[in-house]
């Protein structure tokens, strides 16, 4: 099959099944696999121009609506989170968009500001994973299957705090943290192309000190609200000046048989989270990080 922006030709199984894998690891840390997706569609197929990040952004659309599904359905969303990640990722996500086009079209320059973002999330998941600061999360498999309370109950927002109830603990977290934190997320989340909400859950991990169970859902959520945003954006950019002779409009071929895949594997991922340990999720990321940035800082 051919994919004319992205200008590859491709088996038409190849990208879900790539989707599918990586999605299913890292949605059960509240993050659609697209960080992880971009490099692939660089660094492996060879699509480098910024039509890959809005391409990214598609996926996220297709992709992310699967896990939402399962965390509402199992009462792990909590919504006012979400609403505050989305009020303070979307105008992030919009200026992220700009600065991508006019000042990261090179692909040597964009995987630089990919690496420094991938290792900076990774060594704060490596920091918290060492120094078990959340050791309440860390319970065994069968524990958590057990668990009568694996919900989310009593949640309350106000001006100036989040708060709720999980597993018999109280969790707060300053409102206007949340939101500026969510300006600054958004904005690099546009740059690269994966949604305001995307790389949100380990900050809310290692900052706040929120359970990685609890925060998955309201970042996919994020992710898919800003995503959307994030297309139709693109497309409308793709006509206008800006654009000039670059790819900016999402490969929709591409993008499509990505998040069919990505579908699938965020809906496994959700459903497969409560038996994983919090510390064995955390780890897996902070390697996939660790892997993909250094990739591109030292061998790029």
């Not at 910024?50 to 996926?59: I, Y």
Request: positive net charge; glycine residues 10%; contains cysteine.
């Amino acid at each position: 099959m051919y994919f004319p922006v992205a200008e590859l030709e491709l088996s038409p199984f190849l990208p879900p099944l790539v989707a599918c894998c990586i999605s299913f690891f890292t949605s059960m840390a509240g993050v659609s696999g697209a960080f992880l997706l971009l490099p692939f569609q660089v660094s492996v197929l060879g699509f480098d121009s910024p039509a890959v990040s809005s391409t990214n952004h598609l996926f996220n659309v297709i992709a992310i609506p699967s896990g939402i599904y399962r965390f509402v359905k199992e009462g792990r969303m909590v919504w006012p989170l979400t609403w505050l990640v989305v009020i303070g990722t979307l105008p992030g996500v919009l200026a992220g968009v700009l600065i991508r086009i006019t000042y990261l079209p090179s692909p040597e320059a964009f995987k630089i500001f990919v690496g420094l973002v991938l290792l900076y999330i990774g060594i704060k998941l490596v920091l918290d994973v060492a120094q078990q600061r959340h050791s309440r999360e860390q319970k065994t498999t069968n524990q958590q299957s057990k668990s009568t309370t694996f919900a989310i109950s009593d949640t309350r927002l106000t001006w100036k705090s989040l708060h709720y109830t999980f597993e018999g603990h109280t969790y707060q977290a300053n409102t206007f943290s949340i939101i500026s934190l969510s300006l600054i997320v958004g904005l690099i989340g546009g740059i690269y192309g994966i949604g305001g909400g995307a790389i949100i859950a380990p900050f809310f991990v290692t900052i706040f000190g929120l359970p990685i169970h609890t925060v998955a859902g309201a970042s996919l959520m994020g992710t898919f609200i800003t995503s959307a945003a994030g297309v139709v954006f693109f497309q409308i950019l793709s006509s206008s000046p800006l654009a000039a002779m670059q790819q900016i409009a999402p490969d929709y071929r591409l993008g499509l048989l990505f998040g069919l895949g990505g579908a699938v594997g965020i809906y496994l991922g959700a459903r497969a989270q409560r038996f994983f340990p919090a510390r064995l999720i955390k780890t897996i990321l902070a390697a996939a990080l660790f892997f993909t940035a250094i990739k591109y800082l030292f061998f790029n």
